[in-house]
């Protein structure tokens, strides 16, 4: 499959293949062939997002645009009101949990551009049918010197969207629903990738990453050769390194299958070091995605990285466990900072 890459062009089509799962496609018909707000199939309060710039729908005139602070202004469909479910779900949208990643095109003969993920910014509560909203390209710093957005006059220069002093009073914000439990000291089940060799503990970003992207190529091999050996060449060829394909903020690394055909939802957490149960790290979107996916996601915890020999060994998370905080203590290490409206 071809990865996922801002600035790249796409076809509804080829996003249909990051995104739909096991939906159909239909060219210019049905829900991924036409629609230009899409839940994607992995996480259903994640969007895929098509604008195309100076659309007329009825009697409405889209006015959307993105500033040159990536700011990208946008309207929902004219026949949605604020008390929509999907609107009321874009309002509480949590881009630490989930994602919107959009889609756009000067007009309706080009293929669409990927400018990257969004996050909410504000949306005016006094107007709907259609509901104005200001969403921040999150990977703007990447996208804003990309000649597209430079020349082909998408940039707008001023918001068209006007918003009250005191804006988004109902916004969620996730509280902090964390409690110390025990540790277990209980010995996990292992089962072996190759020989190991310990490792180093004191990582930075650059080498945490490092560890992080070896490991998810191994577990994408080892999937791929599990299933083979059960004679599943299908689900073989289908296992994708998620995260490098379509990128990170999913909630998992790898999706692979089990041999009955039903997904597998794998987050895969890399250590050198040779304690199996030493602490990893996890995102508050991962731990959402495990709850969203109980009987479908696990994670696989490799320790004692070989680097040189790409080998490790590892044992499985489940859901289930992860969740369980009489299994596993949640330790807060960051806190989100917002200012209070």
Known sequence: ??????????????????????????????????HGMLRTEQ????????????????????????????????????SLSLDNKKILDLINFDQDEHNIYLFIRRNGKEDYRYLGRLGYLAHNPDIEKPVYFEWQLLDWDQIKQDSF????AIIKSTSTLELPEKLNENAYTPGLKLSKSQQPYKKKKTATFGSSIPGGIDLNLERRKQVGDMGESIVVRYERQMLRDANQHELADAVEHSSLVIGDGLGYDVKSFNEDGSVKYIEVKTTTQNNALSDFFISSGEMAFADAHKDSYVIYRLYDLDEKNECASFFEISAEELLNKDSYDHIPTNYRIAYKR
């Open 1 to 34: 499959m071809t990865k996922l890459s801002i600035g790249h062009e796409y076809k509804r089509q080829e996003v249909h293949k990051f995104f739909g799962g096991n939906t159909n496609f239909s060219r210019g018909s049905g829900t991924w062939g036409n």
């Open 149 to 152: 957005v430079k020349d082909l």
């Open 43 to 78: 996480d259903n309060l994640s969007w895929v997002f098509y604008v195309t710039l100076g659309q007329k729908q009825g009697s409405h005139q889209f006015d959307e645009g993105v500033s040159d602070q990536g700011v990208l202004t946008w309207q929902s469909q004219p």
